[in-house]
């Protein structure tokens, strides 16, 4: 989840959202459906860069193929429309890349049915008719992870 932001830059919103980029977020800090959200991308990350499909690990990993393959389409969804390349940490690290701090505070915000606060996370960073298709991915990979309840 993103980091708070310091009283001095909530008068410039560019400069607090560009300062909280720069603390990387704590992947051990956040919320159970989130962190593993963050770990299947990068496990998904990692097996696309070796040629492998994802599908049946991420099965294998929740005991779901339906599960699998939610995140699989939230992934597809995301690269599609993300403004640019999605930056994913290696799976050891504990330390969120901004793109993964975004990714879990989506997480969050759909898991609550946020849609107002889902699409705040993104205003101005992913284009507007965008959000739906990637609110609706999100809604339904992280119903269906095992312990999203």
Excluded: K
Aim: hydrophobic share 50%.
């Amino acid at each position: 989840m993103p980091p708070s932001i310091p009283p001095s830059h909530a008068a410039n919103p560019a400069r607090a959202t560009i300062a909280a980029l720069a603390r990387p977020g704590d992947l051990r800090a956040l919320p159970l459906v989130a962190a593993e959200l963050v770990v299947a991308t990068r496990l998904a990350a990692l097996f696309e860069r070796a040629g492998r499909d994802p599908l049946p690990d991420l099965a294998r990993r929740y005991g779901n193929v339906e599960a699998a393959t939610a995140i699989d389409g939230l992934l597809r969804t995301v690269t599609q429309v993300w403004p640019e390349a999605f930056g994913v940490a290696r799976p050891c690290c504990t330390r969120l890349t901004p793109d993964e701090a975004t990714l879990a505070a989506l997480a969050l915000a759909a898991r609550r049915a946020d849609h107002a606060g889902f699409a705040d996370q993104i205003a101005g960073f992913v284009r507007a008719d965008r959000h739906e298709a990637l609110y609706q991915a999100t809604l339904h990979a992280v119903a269906l992870l095992p312990f999203a309840g």
